[in-house]
């Protein structure tokens, strides 16, 4: 079984300039997190996607994070305009829903951002 | 508010020793646990979880932890710890949908 998939790896961009992160979960996963985690820190969901609609984005930062999943599969995440504060390693993460309950999450190798 | 804490920032168990990682939740009815863990470079892999059942459950590269209702715990442990596990931990909670993450325990594990 192939696994979320995620690129780019890595990626340094000057502040103020925009970034787009891909993410592509394991086929048949309904659900899809982005989190971002800063150095030293637990994982900050930012975004649950359920299908192509949007479960929670209570956290992510609407003035310059946005995020889409078309057609329920792939999913980006862009940051536009960059601070220095957004250096992080964003994760993406795929889960199934059995019998109503949510199973594991299966994380990518994420994208590490550094904001220059 | 459902949440998670993991007291220690970091654990350091000398090779051949057994290791204890630990987590305390706050969770309104039935707590789904889980345990991920964090290799450099990685993303974060699923190590074990409690739903219901058994308080003890068993997960990948001999990890096991144990669901205490009381205390509201969920204690990683491994009976006899590697140089590879060295890694960072991370205890979760799954409810309502969602996943709340712990902050993260550094665990080193000394040859």
């Known amino acids: 079984e192939a696994g979320v998939a995620q690129s780019p790896r890595y990626k340094i961009i000057e502040k103020r300039q925009s970034v787009a992160f891909w993410c592509n979960p394991i086929?048949?996963?309904?659900?899809l997190y982005w989190y971002q985690q800063i150095l030293g820190q637990g994982p900050k969901l930012l975004i649950q996607f359920q299908n192509n609609g949007v479960v929670d984005d209570s956290q992510l930062p609407k003035d310059r994070f946005s995020a889409e999943r078309l057609k329920g599969v792939d999913s980006t995440l862009k940051i536009q305009p960059a601070k220095l504060e957004d250096s992080a390693v964003y994760l993406c993460?795929?889960?199934?829903?059995?019998?109503?309950?949510?199973?594991?999450?299966?994380f990518g190798q994420g994208t590490r951002l550094t904001v220059v | 508010a459902q949440s998670v804490a993991q007291p220690e920032d970091q654990v350091n168990v000398a090779e051949g020793n057994p290791l204890t990682v630990k987590c305390t939740y706050s969770?309104?009815?039935?707590?789904?646990l889980f345990w991920y863990v964090q290799y450099p470079n990685r993303g974060l892999q699923f190590l074990l979880k409690?739903?219901?059942?058994?308080?003890l459950v068993k997960g990948s590269y001999g990890f096991e932890a144990e669901f205490n209702k009381s205390q509201t715990s969920f204690h990683l442990k491994k009976p006899s710890a590697l140089v590879s596990d060295s890694a960072l931990y991370f205890c979760?909670?799954?409810?309502?949908?969602?996943?709340?993450f712990g902050k993260g325990t550094r665990l080193h594990i000394l040859p």
């Open positions: 993460a795929s889960s199934l829903v059995v019998r109503g309950m949510f199973t594991e999450a299966f």
């Open positions: 969770v309104s009815g039935n707590p789904y």
């Open positions: 086929s048949g996963h309904a659900t």
């Open positions: 979760a909670v799954h409810r309502d949908d969602k996943i709340i």
């Open positions: 409690y739903i219901t059942g058994d308080n």
